[in-house]
Nanobody, 120 residues
Framework: QVQVVESGGGLVQPGGSLRLSCAAS?????????MGWFRQAPGKEREFVAG???????RYRDSVKGRFTISGDSAKSTVYLQMDSLKPEDTAYYYC?????????????WGQGTQVTVSS
């Protein structure tokens, strides 16, 4: 089993920035190929935000392009989400996820999430 733990959420004013961090660990060896961030707002379905494959490819949902940046360290199975120019509509519970499939954008393990609130 792989444990995924997020940190860095909080309350920020519109236009502000936050940086989310995520670290994965396990008592057994594992290889991660993909890590990513999802979010879920109250009353809405969980949606993809950003993802990274350790080959160097990244993906973003359209509404965060140019404002959010995903990065990470494959050796440490850690991923970060730098969120700038935050908007109230970015308010949600943010989840980190990890994938072990070598050739697919697929996520197998999930964290418990961290709350991000954008409000004045």
């Amino acid at each position: 089993q792989v444990q995924v733990v997020e940190s860095g959420g909080g309350l920020v004013q519109p236009g502000g920035s936050l940086r989310l961090s995520c670290a994965a660990s396990s008592g057994r060896s594992f290889t991660s190929y993909t890590m990513g961030w999802f979010r879920q707002a109250p009353g809405k379905e969980r949606e993809f935000v950003a993802g990274i494959r350790w080959t160097g490819n990244t993906r973003y949902r359209d509404s965060v392009k140019g404002r959010f940046t995903i990065s990470g360290d494959s050796a440490k199975s850690t991923v970060y989400l730098q969120m700038d120019s935050l908007k109230p509509e970015d308010t949600a519970y943010y989840y980190c996820a990890l994938g072990t499939a070598p050739h697919a954008w697929k996520y197998d393990y999930w964290g418990q999430g961290t709350q991000v609130t954008v409000s004045s």
